[in-house]
């Protein structure tokens, strides 16, 4: 055997892999671009679904947020097959906006909490959404506040604090629950601010419930009491 045929019989056969790799990175980009694509017609439909939450049409929002799931399972199927796309980030992120339009709305109504497995998204998702989903319930709460119903904003800020207070029992790195700790410190200051308006609102509603009584006891008494 001559030294040109040794050099021939060890080569490594390359010729049908170009051919793999463009399948394969086809295959990839193709689940990339209709993952991402969907994943913005799921966020932009969640983020429509809790405006009108906050305009008070619940049905409205409820069927928003049943587009924003049809396109998420969309995302969700293109992207399975390739975990590292699947976990690129824009996954996560149109999973948590799915929770927090799913989850806010449940917070609104004094409603059950569905869990992650309920509305098929991740848990650091799911956790994530909540702490958004809570935060939004400070312009609800505001709204009601305006119109002089203490009670239901009593109850919505009860609510940001159950909240609250589950999410920092989570108390575990970042890298594994999609950076929840930095939401939750978001939602404590929007929490204290909230507390802080709710309590004000009570006592201004206090004092002029007091001093209309004294002014209704003067009137009774008449000018000589």
Not at 25 to 31: E, I
Not at 38 to 66: D, M
Not at 92 to 97: I, S, W
Request: aromatic fraction near 4%.
């Amino acid at each position: 055997m001559t030294d040109g045929q040794s050099v021939a019989a060890g080569r490594i056969d390359l010729d049908d892999v170009p051919v793999r790799i463009r399948q394969h990175f086809d295959g990839v980009n193709a689940a990339r671009e209709a993952g991402l694509s969907a994943c913005r017609r799921t966020i932009r439909s969640c983020g429509s679904a809790i405006r009108a939450l906050h305009r008070h049409e619940p049905q409205r929002a409820v069927e928003l947020v049943g587009e924003a799931e049809r396109a998420l399972r969309e995302a969700q199927a293109a992207v399975r097959p390739y975990p590292a796309v699947a976990f690129a980030g824009f996954l996560h992120d149109a999973e948590k906006e799915f929770a927090e339009a799913v989850l806010t709305g449940a917070l609104i109504a004094g409603g059950r909490l569905v869990s992650h497995e309920e509305i098929g998204v991740e848990l650091p998702a799911w956790l994530n959404g909540m702490a958004e989903g809570a935060s939004e319930l400070r312009r609800h709460l505001l709204d009601r506040l305006r119109a002089g119903e203490l009670d239901v904003a009593e109850r919505l800020l009860g609510a940001m604090e159950d909240v609250y207070e589950l999410l920092v029992t989570v108390d575990y790195p970042d890298a594994i629950t999609g950076g929840l700790r930095r939401s939750a410190d978001a939602l404590r200051a929007v929490l204290e601010r909230t507390r802080s308006d709710l309590t004000t609102t009570i006592l201004q509603a206090r004092l002029q419930a007091a001093i209309e009584a004294d002014l209704r006891a003067s009137v009774e008494r008449g000018p000589g009491g």
